[in-house]
């Protein structure tokens, strides 16, 4: 896969551009993703969760969880009792602890700031793991998918929510013009982020998805590996079992 980063005339590392480019626009973020997606996002959440929701999980680890919307969707899972959010970026984190204090969750859902491919919590800790458009920012994709296959506890379930890339007329061609035309634009307008919204299709167009991501999910060591397309392919949602 190749490697793409937010900001080409920068020095650092994917991952360090990853972190400036959410902590640039974490206040605009909620907006933006909602607005851009025209509230389709929610409703792929809400299938992710629905999904996560079948073996009952008790403690959550939600991966790049940005302001936390993922994560306070599964606080609606009856058997939760434990939700944890992480983030490297610390603007997008201060955005979500506003939303769980706002919804008087801090008793249940807890965030804090950790790299994705270093995970700071011991083997078989979760019952199940979520990543919603996240693992597409990791730079090492196996790594970060191997810290989460370790600390989840055997037989937990992971969901990971990404873009992914439609591939029928004349869905495919409507698609492609808005992702990398219009999206780019209204993105950069609102964000004031010169390349956070061009980043965004660049980085989909070279992600491995579908029967690619569910073979990295296997290879990595997931059972059970499994992907289905959400509208139109627009995005799709993996699961698979430790």
Do not use: C
């Amino acid at each position: 896969m190749a490697e793409v980063k937010p900001y080409e005339n920068s020095d650092l590392g994917k991952k360090a551009q990853v972190e400036q480019m959410f902590d640039n626009i974490s206040g605009k973020y909620d907006f933006l993703n909602h607005t851009l997606s025209m509230n389709i996002d929610k409703g792929w959440r809400k299938k992710t969760v629905k999904e996560i929701s079948q073996n009952n999980p008790k403690v959550i680890l939600d991966v790049a969880t940005g302001t936390a919307d993922l994560a306070i969707a599964l606080n609606k899972i009856p058997s939760a009792e434990k939700i944890v959010g992480i983030d490297i970026s610390q603007g997008m984190l201060d955005m979500g602890h506003i939303k769980i204090k706002d919804l008087k969750l801090n008793d249940k859902i807890t965030l804090q700031k950790a790299d994705s491919e270093n995970l700071p919590f011991k083997d078989n800790t979760f019952d199940a793991i979520t990543v919603a458009f996240g693992v597409r920012n990791f730079e090492t994709l196996e790594l970060g998918l191997s810290e989460m296959l370790r600390v989840l506890k055997p037989g937990g379930t992971i969901g990971v929510l990404e873009f992914s890339q439609p591939k029928s007329f004349p869905f495919k061609q409507l698609y492609t013009f808005y992702f990398k035309n219009i999206l780019p634009r209204l993105g950069k307008l609102i964000s004031k982020d010169d390349s956070a919204y061009t980043y965004l299709p660049d980085s989909v167009g070279a992600f491995p998805y579908g029967d690619k991501f569910v073979e990295i999910l296997n290879k990595v060591g997931y059972n059970n590996s499994r992907g289905k397309a959400l509208t139109f392919g627009v995005a799709s949602l993996y699961v698979g079992t430790k």
